[in-house]
């Protein structure tokens, strides 16, 4: 019985430290990404987010540009470290958009225009939008230049995104690609070569490959710090290209 009684007291106690370990969760920044040094487990705490657009730094009066990073499917969120820090500056306002990608495109793009127009008007400083879509996270970015109606710099880059259509999607969500662009949006494909993307490779067409009016195309090399350049290390190659831009 004593025993029994122990155990009772003790259960409130084990009760509390659990809630508390739980509460305990930190919000995943590009200073901690740094400080653990494990990009796995940095793309964890990443892509655990809840949907959302996640700011990643600490918002400062000299940022004028919001550049926001938006994952594909089934993303473990690693492949993005290295690319938000390498395209971190004084000037940029670096954010995550983590977003349902087991659903179609329109609900997540009308979120994430919502989300960018009030970040608009609570920074007045801010002077344009850099959209960085990966994969089926590409084809968001691009559905979303459809529905960019402000008079605002946009800058999308997609980054080997089939955007010419992969499975039944295309016809249950009425997925359409845009044929031409406004003349404040730019546009920026990055087309990996298909054969040595994992993601397309058994494919017998390639479905990055789709016409859109002046927007820019670049085929990545074959390789990438002596790996192979495959879906994942797009954008990292990418990320680089844009940075040397900068």
Known sequence: MKKLESVQKLIPISCILVLLSCGESI?????TFEAEKDVFESGKSLISLP???HDLEEVTVDQNTLL???????????????????????????AFFRWDDEAC??????????LI?????????????????????GLLVVAFAEAWEMDFPLQIHSIAAPLAGMGIFTSICNYEVPNSLRDNIELHQWRTIKELDGAFSDLDYDPQVVKILKSKVTRLPETYKGNKLGHNWSISWVADEISKEE
Do not use: C
Not at 105 to 114: K, N
């Open 27 to 31: 919000q995943p920044t590009l200073d």
């Open 51 to 53: 949907f959302d657009l």
């Open 68 to 94: 926001i990073g938006v994952h594909g499917s089934n993303s473990r969120g690693y492949e993005w470290i290295y690319p938000l820090q390498t395209l971190n500056d004084e000037n940029n306002m670096v």
């Open 105 to 114: 495109l329109a609900p997540s793009v009308s979120s994430l225009l919502s």
């Open 117 to 137: 127009e009030k970040k608009i008007s609570d920074n007045p400083n801010l002077n344009k939008i850099i959209l960085l879509g990966h994969s089926y996270g």
